[in-house]
């Protein structure tokens, strides 16, 4: 069966310091997997998307992520934090018609 | 690009009775997604339209609940005898052919059930 897990229920770090959100999937197939932000009272919006190719893949505000197949892993980082950047961020991944989200990790900037 | 837009956006109803939300999708779209999130949780997925054709619902949508997309633009997503345990955020989602998994959210539908 599809899951996603994400094992940091929330993570702080300072402005500028570099980012890393760990997510973690299990899938029969080849995945397709998404990283998705959500602040407070928005919509959740992509910011990157991972189907073949590249395992390094660069998506807005400067995020990336890598797919390793071999750690079942698809890690968010960003090199340099900014303020605007806490919310609320979620894996997950796609198989047929159903996406299957992760429970979120809880981003908190300090100045 | 108006984007999905969602209504109402925060609901409040007393056990027992029905409520109705609506979902306009971005108009290109042709797949739609209703999804329900509870605090602390990543969204659930509920059921899923291409073009008026619900093809797939997930256990979770129990006899109380009824989603649909009568022509394939708008959809509706009905609970009837709400319970305490409805209470959530209703999120609904659309996306094109070509952009396989890649959905575009609402701000969604915040209902409690007191």
């Known amino acids: 069966a599809q899951s996603v897990t994400q094992p940091d229920i929330h993570i702080t770090v300072s402005e500028g310091a570099s980012l890393e959100l760990r997510c973690n999937y299990s899938y029969g197939a080849t995945p397709y997997l998404f990283w998705y932000v959500q602040s407070p009272g928005q919509g959740l919006q992509l910011l990157l998307k991972y189907f073949s190719g590249d395992t390094l893949v660069q998506g807005i505000k400067g995020f990336e992520a890598e797919f390793k197949r071999s750690q079942s892993s698809f890690n968010l980082r960003k090199p340099s934090v900014h303020w605007s950047d806490a919310a609320e961020y979620f894996c997950a991944v796609t198989g047929g018609f159903k996406t299957i989200f992760g429970a979120g990790t809880r981003l908190f900037v300090k100045a | 690009d108006t984007g999905v837009s969602q209504n109402p956006r925060h609901k409040i109803t007393k056990r027992g009775q029905n409520v109705t939300f609506r979902c306009d999708p971005i108009?290109?779209?042709?797949?739609l997604y209703w999804y329900r999130q509870t605090l602390g949780q990543g969204p659930e997925f509920l059921t899923y339209?291409?073009?008026?054709?619900?093809?797939?619902k997930s256990r979770l949508l129990s006899d109380r609940f009824s989603a649909e997309r009568p022509k394939g633009s708008f959809s509706t997503l009905e609970i009837q005898r709400t319970e305490q345990g409805d209470s959530a955020m209703y999120l609904c989602?659309?996306?094109?052919?070509?952009?396989?998994?890649?959905?575009?959210f609402g701000p969604g539908t915040r209902l409690t059930v007191t």
């Open positions: 108009s290109e779209h042709n797949r």
């Open positions: 989602a659309s996306s094109s052919p070509g952009q396989t998994g890649e959905q575009y």
């Open positions: 339209f291409q073009n008026e054709a619900q093809l797939e």
